[in-house]
């Protein structure tokens, strides 16, 4: 896999007010971006709430909505078009469906209790949701050991009500470490699932998930030679051309890049310990720099979470190429404001 590079600015597409803040999961489909906004609330089921925004692609407050709790993974179902928001994800979790065409929220739904543990003695929780065709995987974190159930799948799939129950698809020993901090949980293109080690900088790339055939390949991504740590969100792109949302935590910021050239088997992650969006060799771990602080309009890219790809670019954009070496380029697009 040949390394790539490249460098430029993105499009600012919202800023909050201090009604919201500590944007993270991003999720886009059906002509929307839809942003959490973690807002400080408890992520073992204590004091709190989140903000989910849905935005237009340009930045354009189309709704919002309010539940209680952190939410932290949030995806849309492309078999019903409802939007996923999971709960806390270190303890006490739940689940709760919105509907994008009543604006209604569903829930939260509470899993199967035992073996999920509620009340005190919870600390472990589900964190990020996946779909492949019929199935639904979820991520399950705070693992305490190499047996611990890291990815499960949803019995109920895409018609989740009443109790849920889970059934247990990896394990942690197999991500290459007994306790791996599990995050995010993405499907490829290719149909494989993309596990995210946080605190290890790892991603497992599991394949088959759930049948007799399920292979893992774990990548320890790293920087100079020196192991990451922060990592977020890892994601393959799905075409050569695409616009890239990316949240910005820390900074309170929610940004647009036009990407072209993009290598569909090289994946883009956000990078705590680098401050950075980089792309990911899988077969050495190398991680590239794609963008940073200095291409964003803020000048501020301190912590980097959510990603999402939209097939479509940033509408108006009013500078093309800037950059690369050719493979990558990042386009400049109009910077729009959006605030609350």
Not at 161 to 186: F, R
Request: charged share 10%.
């Amino acid at each position: 896999m040949r390394p790539l590079s490249a460098s430029g600015k993105a499009c600012q597409l919202a800023t909050l007010t201090a009604s919201s803040s500590a944007p993270d999961s991003i999720t886009v489909g059906n002509g929307s971006v839809w942003v959490e906004y973690g807002n400080g609330a408890s992520s073992t089921g204590g004091p709190g709430s989140s903000t989910i925004v849905q935005y237009s692609p340009a930045g354009s407050i189309q709704s919002t909505y309010t539940i209680a709790g952190s939410v932290d993974g949030l995806k849309i179902d492309p078999s019903t078009g409802l939007v996923w928001a999971l709960q806390n994800q270190d303890a006490n979790s739940t689940l709760s469906l919105i509907n994008p065409t009543t604006h209604a929220i569903t829930g939260p739904l509470s899993y199967a209790s035992p073996p999920y543990v509620y009340g005190a003695n919870s600390s472990r929780g589900y964190d990020d949701v996946a779909f492949r065709g019929s199935q639904v995987f979820l991520s399950y974190t705070n693992s305490t050991g190499a047996s611990d159930p890291v990815v499960q799948l949803l019995n109920q799939g895409h018609a989740p009500s009443g109790t849920l129950t889970t059934t247990d698809v990896v394990i942690a020993g197999q991500t290459g470490v007994p306790t791996p901090d599990t995050d995010s949980l993405k499907t490829a293109p290719d149909r494989n699932l993309v596990l995210t080690d946080g605190d290890g900088g790892r991603v497992a790339l599991i394949s088959n998930p759930g049948s007799a055939g399920q292979t893992i390949s774990n990548v320890q991504i790293k920087a100079g030679g020196t192991n990451v740590s922060g990592l977020d969100d890892v994601l393959f792109p799905s075409a050569t051309s695409e616009t890239l949302y990316v949240s910005d935590t820390a900074n309170n910021d929610v940004f647009a890049v036009s990407l072209t050239g993009l290598d569909l088997n090289t994946p883009i992650a956000s990078i705590g310990s680098l401050q950075e969006l980089a792309l990911v060799d899988t077969t050495t771990g190398n991680a590239t720099p794609l963008l940073t602080a200095a291409g964003v309009p803020t000048g501020k890219f301190t912590s980097p979470h959510g990603l999402d790809f939209a097939p479509t670019a940033v509408p108006e954009p009013f500078s093309l190429s800037i950059l690369g070496t050719g493979i990558i380029g990042l386009s400049l697009v109009r910077r729009r404001r959006v605030s609350r």
